[in-house]
């Protein structure tokens, strides 16, 4: 599949090496800055575009055909026209049990309201902010729970349970598509 990538960060990197090494062809990485994921996607030769949030979004930047977008650590809203060039779909990963916890600070949130679990899900990207659907494979919602350790910090539980979520969860949105 053509895939167009928005990544940040260690996930963004990590959800490059997953999409490239399943043998998709990612046309563009867009990340928000120098990051982890601009630099490895430009070590590995891949057309990278930083482009700060605040920015919008150009008719060059989205190309034409695409079949998947993936949004991994990118808290860039995607208008319409942007989601409409991927032919079969475009969804990201998003470190809470949606519809609980939408925003960037979510983790925090979850944190800061006693949760006993937190969790990950991957949905459909819309105009809204963490506002799609989760994304079903074999009949079954993208998204999962993972429990919160008393007196772990917010980065704490990303590294430990919702980094490596977000990884297994979008291999499993990027199968189900494989497959459409």
């Known amino acids: ?3 167009l990538l928005f990544g940040n960060k260690h996930l963004g990197a990590l959800v ?3 999409l490239l090494a399943r043998g998709h062809e990612v046309t563009v990485v867009t990340a928000d800055a120098q990051n982890a994921c601009a630099v490895w996607a430009s070590r590995l030769g ?4 930083v482009k700060a949030n605040s920015m919008p979004l150009v008719g060059e930047d989205i190309p ?3 079949d ?3 949004s991994a650590h990118s808290h860039r809203v995607l208008p319409g026209w942007v989601t409409a ?4 779909g475009s969804v990201g990963y998003h470190p809470s049990l949606l519809p609980r916890f939408k925003g960037r600070n979510a983790i925090a ?3 800061a309201a006693g949760v006993p679990f937190t969790g990950g899900t991957v949905y ?4 809204e902010l963490d506002g799609g659907a989760a994304v079903r494979a074999r009949g079954r919602a993208l998204q999962r729970a993972v429990q919160v350790i008393w007196g772990e910090s917010a980065a704490q539980i990303w590294r430990r349970a919702l980094l490596p979520l977000g990884v297994e969860l979008l291999t499993a949105a990027v199968e189900e598509f494989e497959g459409a």
């Open 1 to 3: 599949m053509k895939v």
């Open 16 to 18: 490059l090496d997953m």
């Open 46 to 49: 891949v057309n990278t575009i």
């Open 64 to 66: 034409a055909g695409l």
């Open 68 to 70: 998947l977008i993936v």
């Open 85 to 88: 060039r991927a032919g079969r």
């Open 109 to 111: 949130d979850a944190l």
């Open 124 to 127: 459909h990207l819309t105009g």
